[in-house]
């Protein structure tokens, strides 16, 4: 017979550790920028359109959440894992390339408190980042977990050329 106690570790170790629930707290999602770290975005605050090597513009997205199942961030084909997709404005009209959709995991923030994505390319549907440059644009994320709970996030902000975009 086995004893009850390595009964409910076996069933604990199977249910996917940290990642088998939503996260504590209320649905939330923060959105910021980034690469290796989540930056935060201010409202009305500057976000640089950058020149990706091949000649195309992105912005670089971040998200944060809490409150949502975060699914497996080591599993890209994980039936549980998120759908994230980040669009971006300009009076009213889209100005991405309608490619920032990821269905992939998110991973625990450092130190706890939720889940994030780092550093995804956000690409704009622009020939010159001239274009956007000085304009406001509404920067966006939503997030929805495999239950259907849904969490966005939304800033006005100012798009500037990335100082190390190649002159026109």
């Known amino acids: 017979m086995i004893p009850t106690i390595a009964i409910a570790l076996l069933v604990s170790a199977c249910s996917g550790g940290d990642n088998s629930g939503p996260d504590a707290g209320p649905p ?20 640089f359109v950058i020149q990706g090597p091949q000649g195309g513009f992105h912005l670089l997205g971040s998200v944060r959440v809490s ?7 080591d599993d890209l084909g994980a039936r549980d894992n998120p759908t994230t997709e980040f669009r971006v404005l300009r009076a009213g009209t889209r100005v991405d390339a309608m490619a920032s959709r ?8 450092p130190g706890g ?56």
Not at 67 to 73: A, V
Not at 102 to 109: A, E, F, R, S, T
């Open 67 to 73: 409150g949502i199942m975060p699914g497996d961030p």
């Open 102 to 109: 990821y269905v992939q995991g998110l991973d625990p923030i």
């Open 28 to 47: 939330a999602a923060e959105l910021g920028t980034g690469t290796r770290e989540f930056e935060e975005l201010l409202a009305a605050g500057d976000v």
């Open 113 to 168: 408190g939720g889940h994030e994505m780092l550093g995804r390319l956000v690409i704009l549907d622009i020939v010159a980042d001239d274009e956007l440059d000085g304009d406001t644009i509404d920067f966006s994320v939503t997030v929805t977990d495999v239950t259907g709970v849904t969490v966005t996030a939304s800033l006005s902000l100012v798009a500037r050329s990335h100082p190390q975009n190649p002159a026109r």
